[in-house]
């Protein structure tokens, strides 16, 4: 469909799971009608983050013998360490909650538990005032707590630190502490070094040290929760938007991939960094070259963490495996080239070029507004994929790079004294909603904003 073109591997080629999709709703709806609570949350989450209910699900009980439906949808058994008696089903081919086999797990068509997903429930709790105990204390990689129970259903709050277990996995004395650590050394990480080399190897020997204390996937999380929370500070509508998802508890926890641009001399570096972590690649885009960039979508499985990582490219590099083999400087400079090229690399200086979160699309456009937020035309307009970026941050721009550019001929006088004088487009929050679980992107839709956010571009369009 729409990642034929962009991968020889049809596995990546993903299909539109409406049938699942309605069955997870159907099933979601049911318990809502039989929770006050959960109700009014689902309520509150459209009316005042612009958010889906389901976007915030992590699982669902049913009972045994809604076995055969689920396979039916395309649901397999996902082998994860469960209580006795327990069997947990995901979707391979779409992005949907997961469902929880167990006697006594539904009532007919209701599901006698569900659990949302917050960042932190801690803050979930705070947020809520909630009285109950929170099921393992901090370190501990699966905590819970009870929102309420009604009707016979439990509506509860789930924290998962790189786990998709439903029991607790065993963790070496002082955890607790490594976690602490690991955190801060991903927030004090040093970014900017006179040799972007430097700073490579500098992250690099971090990732390191940070895997010898808490593993890769603890390591993974705690990393990319930070790099979050740097491309906010950066990045005013994605305050705006996580204050109001804040005010209910939540965090990121809607997060759906996370876009890093590169320069060509450091791609394969970024590509081996989150390998590193754990990720395994997905689609590889050749957007020609007329487009002038590639990507390399990676995947997390237990943190459930997507990156897109793009670069420039060059008519020449589409014959080969960009996300391995080291580029050569280009003559010239595309769209993510000119950004690296003026902000640095997300790896590095820059952070990340923008946060994709699921949102209920329109309903956020409409209420970002209200917050003073400008978002721009959509660039996928799909039943199944909705995206939209808000207007983009403009950054200041160090004289040093523009000089650079300036003396090997990348950019014109008239553009470095824009650049000086008015900054560059920096960061932006994607708007984007999935429909029938579609886990793709649209090479096409993601060809047209590339070349509409290129800060040469937009100086043009503004002048």
Not at 137 to 154: A, D, Q, Y
Not at 160 to 176: H, I, N
Not at 437 to 453: D, L, P, R
Request: aromatic residues 10%; glycine residues 8%; proline residues 4%.
């Amino acid at each position: 469909m729409t990642t034929a073109t962009a991968s020889r591997d049809a596995s990546f080629d993903w299909p539109l799971a409406y049938q699942a999709e309605s069955l997870v709703r159907d099933f979601i709806s049911a318990f809502l009608a039989k929770n006050s609570a959960a109700q009014s949350l689902a309520k509150d989450l459209s009316e005042k983050t612009g958010t889906d209910f389901l976007e915030w699900v992590d699982h669902f009980t049913l009972t045994p013998d809604h076995e055969l439906e689920l396979r039916d949808a395309g649901f397999v058994n996902e082998p994860v360490q469960t209580p006795i008696g327990h069997k947990v089903f995901f979707h391979p081919r779409a992005m949907l909650p997961r469902i929880v086999l167990r006697p006594g797990g539904s009532e007919g068509s209701e599901p006698s538990k569900l659990a949302i997903r917050p960042e932190s429930v801690v803050d979930f709790v705070a947020r809520h005032q909630l009285s109950g105990k929170i099921q393992g204390v901090f370190g501990n990689r699966l905590r819970e707590t009870t929102i309420s129970v009604e009707n016979g259903c439990t509506f509860s709050a789930i924290e998962r630190l790189a786990c998709r277990d439903f029991v607790e996995p065993a963790t070496a004395p002082g955890f607790a502490a490594a976690v602490i650590a690991v955190r801060e050394l991903w927030r004090s990480r040093k970014r900017d070094f006179p040799n972007d080399a430097d700073g490579v190897r500098h992250a690099f020997g971090l990732q390191q040290e940070a895997i010898d204390q808490v593993g890769a996937d603890v390591a993974c999380d705690l990393f990319f929760a930070e790099e979050r929370a740097y491309w906010e500070l950066r990045n005013q509508a994605g305050r705006i938007q996580k204050r109001r998802q804040d005010l209910f508890g939540l965090g990121w926890g809607n997060h759906d991939h996370h876009t890093f641009r590169s320069s060509r001399r450091f791609f394969a570096d970024l590509v081996t960094f989150l390998e590193n972590f754990g990720f395994t690649k997905r689609e590889r885009y050749y957007a020609g070259a007329e487009a002038g960039w590639g990507a390399q979508i990676l995947e997390h499985a237990v943190t459930g963490i997507t990156v897109f990582a793009d670069v420039d490219l060059m008519p020449e590099d589409t014959e080969i495996d960009f996300s391995r083999q080291r580029l050569a400087e280009a003559p010239v400079l595309r769209t993510v080239g000119l950004w690296c090229a003026l902000h640095g690399d997300s790896f590095l200086q820059a952070g990340m070029h923008h946060l994709e979160a699921r949102f209920e699309f329109e309903n956020l456009r409409a209420q970002l507004a209200d917050e003073g937020v400008t978002t721009m035309n959509p660039f996928s307009n799909f039943d199944f994929l909705k995206q939209a970026f808000t207007q983009g941050e403009t950054w200041p721009v160090n004289p040093l790079r523009v000089e650079r550019l300036l003396q090997r001929g990348l950019i014109t006088k008239e553009q470095a004294t824009k650049f000086l004088e008015e900054g560059a487009v920096g960061s932006h929050l994607e708007n984007l909603q999935r429909r029938g679980g579609f886990k793709g992107f649209n090479q096409k839709s993601v060809s047209v904003i590339i070349e509409a956010t290129d800060p040469r571009a937009v100086h043009a369009a503004s002048h």
